[in-house]
């Protein structure tokens, strides 16, 4: 059986830099599939302090770097998140990526609208200071070992609920679709994989690569797909189509030399029709 070639893979929320980041699972899902375009759709970072990024952390950057040579015929397009302003505009240099803080492209006649969400959110807009306090808090409960894993993503899914961040972004990026009479629109921010639709305007959640079952959003000739990421086949827990409902020890520390040796990492393979 022919492995599918999508038009669009698209992953956000990885927050390199914290303990729960999911690089290494995420890095094996990108090999799994075949595209023509990827969309790193913001917080791909947990904050400003670089070394926080472990081995694996880097060698996703490095996967990453390769992918957007020229010669994969692949276009990778980073939309920048709350979390990667202060960083994107560096690390896109490193990398050799191009940063959006929105991204418009078509596909199959419809037109189609990337933006990380944050800017929907008016708590973490109007509330600077305490959302910086709330991402400290984060990091410090994820050093506590399994449990504080366990409280950390225990607490981000409260925090989703109870600021009602799902509703309050997807209304928000609808209205932004009929701004740029867009067809589709794609958000992240909210770490919570959702479709819903309004007046004729589909909206997708990315979820997040933090959780126990990471997701990730794909388009292609058969629809726009959320999918589940665990660790087989990449098919292997699809959520469904474009009318589907969602549910849903530290390596040791290395530097940013190793994201230029690319000698050190697994060649990419190119997809072809």
């Not at 927050?15 to 599939?33: K, T, V, W």
């Not at 609208?113 to 305490?130: E, T």
């Not at 972004?169 to 589709?184: F, H």
Request: aromatic residues 10%; contains cysteine.
């Amino acid at each position: 059986m022919d492995t599918a070639v999508y038009d669009t893979l698209i992953l956000s929320d990885l927050h390199l830099g914290s303990d729960i980041s999911r690089a290494e699972d995420a890095m094996r899902m990108l090999r799994q599939n075949c595209f023509r375009r990827l969309i790193l759709l913001g917080d791909i970072f947990c904050d400003l302090n670089f070394r926080r990024l472990t081995k694996e952390h880097w060698k996703f950057l490095g996967y990453i770097r390769k992918l957007s040579n020229p010669k994969r015929g692949i276009e990778v397009v980073w939309v920048e998140g709350n979390h990667d302003q202060g960083l994107s505009q560096v690390m896109s240099h490193l990398v050799g990526v191009k940063v959006y803080e929105e991204y418009l492209w078509e596909f199959a006649g419809r037109r189609h609208l990337a933006i990380h969400g944050h800017q929907f959110d008016r708590f973490v807009v109007n509330n600077l200071v305490l959302s910086h306090v709330n991402s400290f808090l984060h990091l410090q409960l994820q050093k506590l070992a399994f449990t504080g894993k366990f409280f950390s993503r225990l607490l981000d899914r409260m925090n989703t609920r109870w600021l009602r961040l799902s509703t309050k972004v997807a209304d928000g990026a609808i209205a932004q679709a009929y701004l740029r009479n867009a067809d589709r629109v794609f958000c992240g921010h909210t770490h919570a994989a959702l479709y819903s639709e309004q007046d004729g305007i589909e909206y997708y959640n990315t979820g997040c690569w933090t959780d126990e079952t990471p997701t990730f959003i794909t388009v292609g000739s058969d629809g726009v797909r959320i999918h589940e990421f665990t660790g087989q086949h990449p098919d292997d827990r699809d959520l469904g189509s474009q009318r589907s409902q969602a549910a849903t020890q530290r390596p040791y520390l290395t530097d940013e030399r190793e994201l230029l040796e690319e000698s050190k990492y697994e060649k990419v393979a190119i997809c072809r029709d």
